[in-house]
């Protein structure tokens, strides 16, 4: 089926920047949308980002337009989540997601099929 691995999370103060990172394997990677998602505590997980197979659209959650960016690059099978000026609303665990909807960017969970394990990120006020 497949695994999908993050890292880039941790601590930052309020402004800083962090660059996040879901490495791909045993998939074709280039043929799968790809998304960001978040679950802070004690709340729901939600739609932060999405990018289709080709990279040649994005979608973005209203509260991350402006300072974060989806990208990724096929050739490495990743995919990235530059995250700018943040806040502490930020704070949550970060999870990266595979779709088979190649040329979208679905923004429910139920269109994807394939889930990294999830990388914190805590954004300290």
């Known amino acids: 089926q497949g695994q999908l691995v993050e890292s880039g999370g941790g601590l930052v103060q309020a402004g800083g920047s962090l660059r996040l990172s879901c490495a791909a394997s045993g998939r074709t990677f280039s043929g799968y949308a790809m998304g960001w998602f978040r679950q802070a505590p004690g709340q729901e997980r939600e739609f932060v980002a999405a990018i289709t197979s080709t990279g040649s659209s994005t979608q973005y959650t209203g509260s991350v337009k402006g300072r974060f960016t989806i990208s990724r690059d096929n050739s490495k099978n990743t995919v990235y989540l530059q995250m700018n000026t943040l806040e502490a609303e930020d704070t949550a665990v970060y999870y990266c997601?595979?779709?088979?909807?190649?040329?979208?960017?679905?923004?429910?969970?139920?269109?994807?099929?394939?889930w990294g394990q999830g990388t914190q990120v805590t954004v300290s006020s």
């Open positions: 997601a595979a779709s088979p909807l190649t040329y979208y960017t679905p923004t429910s969970a139920t269109s994807y099929n394939a």
